[in-house]
């Protein structure tokens, strides 16, 4: 799989910050796990991670809620590639020759409590700590792992 970066996000009334030069989105793989990840930026300027599981995986199609892992916040999504996303924003990737394409993403977010949102209105959650990039993608590694271990 190719690595992508995306920058689609118009931030300057969002102020001062490491978002400021982070990508919105960027599709990579896991070189321990071989697995699809993604971090994708929310509406409220927080940062999600996500491993995508392949389809003979026994995790495949299984709810977040019934998978035991350890993450950031835990986990708090669960799904296919929704077609009417687009590359540029979605929860989606674009898979390289012989690497699945229907994989199903595990995914948590940095929008929790004491976590900053730099994008959310009027200065609400903008207390706390911004969940930086470097800090997102290795909590995008530690849960490749786990699920590769299931």
Not at 51 to 72: A, E, I, N, R, W
Not at 118 to 143: C, H, K, M, Q, W
Request: glycine residues 12%.
């Amino acid at each position: 799989m190719e690595t992508k970066e995306y920058r689609t996000i118009d931030k300057s009334s969002w102020g001062d910050g490491p978002w400021q030069n982070e990508p919105d989105k960027k599709q990579w793989q896991d070189q321990a796990t071989g697995m699809a990840c993604l971090i994708v930026r929310n509406h409220i300027g927080a940062l999600c991670g996500y491993v995508g599981v392949p389809p003979d995986s026994p995790l495949h199609g299984k709810d977040y809620d019934s998978v035991d892992v350890s993450v950031h916040g835990g986990l708090t999504f669960a799904s296919g590639c929704d077609p009417a996303e687009t590359e540029e924003t979605g929860i989606c990737h674009i898979a390289g020759p012989g690497e699945p394409d229907h994989v199903w993403w595990f995914g948590f977010d940095c929008s929790h409590y004491m976590d900053l949102s730099p994008g959310y209105p009027n200065g609400i959650g903008r207390r706390g700590t911004y969940r930086d990039f470097a800090y997102v993608e290795s909590e995008v590694a530690s849960l490749a792992q786990q699920l590769s271990r299931l």
